[in-house]
């Protein structure tokens, strides 16, 4: 079974977030323990006089989870900006080796471990600008693209997938496609999934729509709703 994968996505707010909690509540469901990092956020908000990631925020909240804050997101910036711009504009040094320890502490406690990445694949993460796909491969993680269903995205998608496979050379697992508003499905969205699927060859691991009842998720709802929407066999087993 795999140990850990990276969460990455083509966009900003394409729903990595969504998909990752979907991932680990159907995961959990079927026994396994998961934990979920997100090394580095930025658009952090002020919570009880702390600043804290939203993303690391509601996956503590929607999974209880127990682990140190500082090792589900060990860099969080306020600025909305990447968050290589935003450690820049800080003075801080994004280090890779720090979040590589503290994953693999979170991965020994886990039988598997989701990252999170920030932005799109391309993203800088570091004061270095160092991407979300650096990161990738220096923690040695298979890589899920997380894309939109709307027009736009085969564009968006392939331009991803080539640059993880041919320039990085990160294992791609496959491909989530996400409906992250309730706008009326087009015709692109009918085509796109089969489109990409044709020009990349890359597996497409799942078509999420729009969940109307986002705003009150929970472990339980959350994993009703991807369950016939995953391909889990990647995980090992299948709905
Ligand atoms: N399938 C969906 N149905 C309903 N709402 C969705 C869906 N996917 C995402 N959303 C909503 O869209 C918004 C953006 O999604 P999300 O936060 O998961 O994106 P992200 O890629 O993680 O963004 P970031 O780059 O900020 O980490 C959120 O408000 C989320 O609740
Ligand atoms: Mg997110």
New binding site residues.
């Given amino acids: 079974m795999i140990k850990g994968v990276f969460i990455a996505?083509t966009d900003?707010?394409?729903?990595?977030?969504?998909v990752t909690a979907g991932i680990a509540a159907g995961l959990m469901k079927k026994g396994f323990s998961v934990g979920i990092m997100k090394p580095v956020a930025s658009?952090a908000v002020n919570k009880n006089g702390k600043l804290i990631s939203e993303?690391a925020d509601f996956y503590h909240r929607i999974f209880n989870l127990d682990d140190d804050y500082n090792l589900i997101n060990p860099y969080c910036f306020k600025a909305v900006l990447a968050p290589g711009v935003a450690a820049r504009l800080e003075g801080v040094s994004v280090r890779f080796d720090d979040i590589k320890e503290k994953y693999y502490k979170l991965l020994d406690q886990y039988d598997i471990l989701l990252v999170?990445g920030?932005?799109g694949l391309l993203s800088p993460l570091s004061e270095k600008l160092a991407t979300n796909a650096d990161l990738a491969q220096e923690l040695g993680l298979p890589i899920i693209i997380?894309s939109r269903s709307a027009i736009g995205t085969i564009n968006h998608t392939l331009l991803s997938l080539a640059y993880a496979q041919n320039v990085k050379r990160l294992q791609v697992l496959g491909v989530i496609v996400?409906?992250?508003?309730d706008r009326k499905s087009t015709l692109a969205e009918k085509t796109n999934c089969e489109i990409i699927k044709e020009m990349s060859g890359a597996d497409l691991l799942g078509v999420?729509?729009?969940?109307k009842f986002?705003k009150d998720i929970n472990m339980e709802s959350l994993n009703n709703f991807f369950l016939d929407r995953i391909d889990w066999s990647i995980f090992g087993y299948t709905s």
Avoid: R, W
């Fill in positions: 996505g900003t707010e394409v729903g990595k977030t969504f658009g993303d999170e920030a932005g997380v996400n409906q992250e508003n999420i729509p729009y969940c986002v």
